[in-house]
């Protein structure tokens, strides 16, 4: 049974900074590429970053690139967004996905593309 359970999530003034984990089980997690995507209220959910199966590839949206970094550590079998100079415009629902179909350097974007999901971590930014 595969499973993705995220945290690191919480409140945070502007301008602060974060670093959410999804530590994964249950599925062999170098063979799959994985995602962040976060969800505001009365929004659709969107990608916020990707990364291939072995790291060397990544994604970001328009709106995070430059403050956020994606990272992977296979050892562990976890997956890491660090948010730097948060706004509160990032206040979200933040999910991590797996992609199990992706090729190996590849990054999906599309949330269709993603067979797993977390329950989300909640990030919070005041001003």
């Known amino acids: 049974q595969v499973q993705l359970v995220e945290s690191g999530g919480g409140l945070v003034q502007a301008g602060g900074s974060l670093r959410l984990s999804c530590s994964a089980s249950g599925l062999t997690f170098s063979n799959y590429g994985m995602g962040w995507f976060r969800q505001a209220p009365g929004k659709e959910r969107e990608i916020v970053a990707g990364i291939s199966r072995s790291g060397g590839n990544t994604y970001y949206g328009d709106s995070v690139k430059g403050r956020f970094t994606i990272s992977r550590d296979n050892a562990k079998n976890t997956v890491y967004l660090q948010m730097n100079s948060l706004k509160p415009e990032d206040t979200a629902v933040y999910v991590c996905?797996?992609?199990?179909?992706?090729?190996?350097?590849?990054?999906?974007?599309?949330?269709?593309?993603?067979?797993?999901w977390g329950q989300g971590t909640q990030v919070t930014v005041s001003l």
């Open positions: 996905a797996a992609d199990r179909r992706t090729l190996s350097g590849s990054i999906t974007t599309g949330r269709q593309n993603y067979d797993y």
